[in-house]
């Protein structure tokens, strides 16, 4: 696996060993990118379940200024430990071995919100906790978004104050861009929406 365009462009990524985590397809991930191509600088990402790195590692790749990343495996908290440490990227990052309500507490308590929250969460029958959970501790910046990557098999029902912005779909991966209601800006144009 490679970062894929940007400051660490073709830098090889390690991934965890073993089948609890579900890495990203590079077409899929290039795909979701170049969507948020020119909305990645000077934002603060968090990666849930990070698994790699890789989604918030190409979003600093990409110009973002800050990265948390989360997960309960301590193979993959291993692989995204090393693949900060082999890019240099210590100072921007921060990285949590724990189940994912508990970071989302953690943060919380420390007053953090992201502008995009990465959701690629292996094998849950339901991401509905998890997007009520970062939507009650209003973790998302006011035109913040999570990306879920989840089976075209499965729907995801959101809180009356998430909307579903867009959906992209790659075979059997759908891609949903959830965010509040998009705000009209001085000049009337849409701001929030991809």
């Keep these: 696996m490679r970062i894929i365009a940007g400051e660490f462009r073709s830098r090889r990524l390690e991934s965890p060993k073993g089948l609890d985590t579900r890495p990203t397809l590079d077409a899929t991930r290039e795909s979701l990118f170049n969507i948020l191509q020119g909305k990645l600088e000077g934002t603060t990402i968090l990666d ?23 997960d309960n495996s301590k193979e993959a908290a291993r692989a995204v430990h090393k693949n900060i440490t082999s890019l240099g990227l210590d100072s921007r990052t ?26 690629d969460p292996p094998y849950m029958a339901t991401y ?12 998302l910046e006011n035109i ?27 075979r059997h991966t759908a891609i949903d861009f959830i965010g509040q209601e998009a705000i009209k800006d001085e000049n009337g144009n849409l701001s929030g929406q991809l």
Excluded at 100 to 118: G, M, R, T, V
Excluded at 144 to 170: A, C, D, F, H, N
């Design 144 to 170: 913040g978004q999570i990306i879920l990557e989840r089976s075209v098999k499965q729907t995801v029902s959101l809180p009356r104050s998430l909307l579903l912005l867009r959906t992209k779909q790659y």
């Design 94 to 119: 921060h990285l949590m071995l724990m189940d994912w309500s508990k970071a989302l507490d953690e943060l919380a308590n420390s007053n953090q919100k992201f502008h995009f929250i990465f959701l």
């Design 128 to 139: 509905e906790p998890v997007i009520d959970k970062i939507e009650n501790l209003g973790l």
């Design 48 to 70: 849930l379940f990070a698994g790699s790195g890789s989604l918030g590692l190409e979003a600093i790749s990409r110009g973002a200024h800050f990265a948390v990343f989360c």
